[in-house]
Structure formats: C-alpha cells, structure tokens
C-alpha cells in the first residue's frame, strides 16, 4: 500500500499579477520540475501554520495564509501525494531559494511555459483560468 502524504503549496502573488514559482533542485524527487513552494502537513497542523512554517523555513520570508485554493491527490510510482494549495500573501522578507534551484515571478499567463511537478498542474490549470 502506497503512502499517502498530505503537503500544502504556497501561492504567492505580488503586486505586479506574478506568481511565486519554485524550480526543484537535483538533490530533490522530482528534480527541475516547477512547483508551488510549501511542503509536508505536520500532524496537529492547519493549512495555514503548515504554510506559514514552510515557507519560512524554505524561503526565509513570512507570509500570511489567506484562503484554500485547491486540493489535488496525484499517484506517483512509490506515494500519493494529496497537495492542497493555499493563497498567500507576502508580509516580510523576499523569498529566497535555499532548497530550491530557483524562483522567479511569473505572470499566470505564462505559468504553463514551465515544465511543472504533476501534482501541481490541476493548480496551475485553475490559476490561469481564474480571475485575480
């Protein structure tokens, strides 16, 4: 029986329409495909602490959870992933790749030029087709 893993994935738009995009390292599964930076749930944990602890920890900055944007379970070969994405809003700080290849802002129109992690394109998909 596969494990299942409950993780949450930040996005981050700034004051310019761009979204916050993530490239996975070599070190990483699934490396050099895009992604929403977040990651596991900790048991006890809502959405927003997970995402609010991620991200400072993965990107040294603070943002501040705001709503639920979608829920997606993808089957890779060896886990399930069920990844929750979350809108966010950037308090303090500039996000800063340290686990992460790199970041860049991307304008939602453009998200689909990148090469995404699978559980991530169901987000991707609504965020481009969703008005701000």
Not at 18 to 47: D, Q, T, V
Not at 85 to 97: F, Q, S
Not at 108 to 127: G, H, M, T, Y
Request: charged share 30%; proline share 5%.
């Amino acid at each position: 029986m596969k494990k299942t893993i409950k993780v949450v994935g930040a996005i981050i738009e700034n004051s310019n329409s761009e979204i916050l995009c993530a490239l996975r390292s070599p070190k990483m599964s699934m490396p050099n495909l895009w992604e929403f930076p977040g990651g596991k749930i900790e048991k006890g944990e809502s959405n927003g602490q997970a995402i609010e602890r991620e991200i400072r920890e993965e990107l040294s900055c603070k943002v501040k959870y705001i709503e639920d944007f979608n829920d997606n379970t993808h089957e890779y070969d060896n886990v399930i992933v069920n990844l929750i994405t979350v809108k966010c809003k950037l308090i303090e700080g500039i996000p800063t790749a340290s686990e992460h290849s790199k970041l860049i802002w991307l304008k939602r129109e453009n998200l689909d030029s990148l090469k995404w992690a699978p559980a991530d394109i169901p987000a991707v998909e609504e965020l481009k087709n969703a008005e701000c």
